[in-house]
């Protein structure tokens, strides 16, 4: 079973509208994290926003906030007052367990914010 | 503050021939490295990681290897590229038990 899913190959919105994107995972450990990357057309990852499992509230940072509904087991990224520099694409990712350990990543949406 | 270089930036090799990868980064000591591969359109395969030098992890079976000959340096090798090789090959850095990792530029390897 994959651990990351994003449902949404691609996603369209006007600029300065809201849109949301969505990630569910799949894990039995209790302590995990979520994560969103933005990979633009250049190819580089850019770490956007985290969120821990035991977090009592959803992560946000600048435009972009984190709609983490645990028992659903969810992540959902919002991106608010989408800009034309927000077209990309966005992955979901997971880490599980409280020590080390590496990221799994889902297979991406692909986000066109039009004028 | 900290920051990570790849290079080549692109990469058009045959195959059958060799292959060699480099990251660096500067700025902070001990990090922890990652080589990551993504096919296009598709999703990142982590290939290799290393929590310190000469400790390399590989998570994928493949004719690629990886060495961290120094604490900041992160190479990706093969010594016959394949076809299936092709791709974007991204390196990423986390520190300590910070779980966010911050890639680099990226290397696009097409192998013909």
């Known amino acids: 079973a994959q651990k990351i899913t994003q449902t949404q190959p691609g996603m369209f919105v006007q600029e300065k509208e809201a849109v949301t994107l969505d990630c569910t995972y799949d894990t039995s450990d209790p302590s995990y994290g979520l994560f969103w990357y933005k990979q633009p057309s250049s190819g580089e990852m850019i770490f956007l926003i985290y969120q821990g499992s035991y977090d009592q509230q959803n992560a946000t940072e600048g435009r972009y906030s984190l709609n983490f509904q645990k028992a659903r087991k969810s992540a959902n990224l919002v991106i608010s007052a989408s800009q034309l520099g927000d077209s990309a694409m966005y992955f979901c990712?997971?880490?599980?367990?409280?020590?080390?350990?590496?990221?799994?990543f889902g297979k991406g949406t692909m986000l066109l914010v039009s004028p | 503050s900290q920051t990570i270089h790849q290079w080549p930036a692109t990469l058009v090799q045959p195959v059958g021939s060799p292959l060699s990868l480099e990251c660096t980064v500067e700025g902070t000591s001990n990090p922890n490295l990652y080589w990551y591969r993504q096919a296009a359109g598709r999703g990142l395969q982590l290939l290799f990681y290393?929590?310190?030098?000469?400790?390399i992890s590989s998570e994928v079976p493949q004719n690629l290897s990886a060495s961290r000959p120094q604490d900041r340096q992160f190479i990706l090798s093969s010594k016959k590229l394949l076809l299936s090789d092709s791709g974007f090959y991204l390196c990423a850095w986390s520190q300590g038990r910070a779980y966010e990792q911050y890639f680099g530029p990226g290397t696009r390897l097409t192998v013909t």
């Open positions: 990712a997971m880490r599980e367990g409280s020590g080390y350990s590496t990221l799994t």
């Open positions: 290393s929590v310190g030098i000469g400790q």
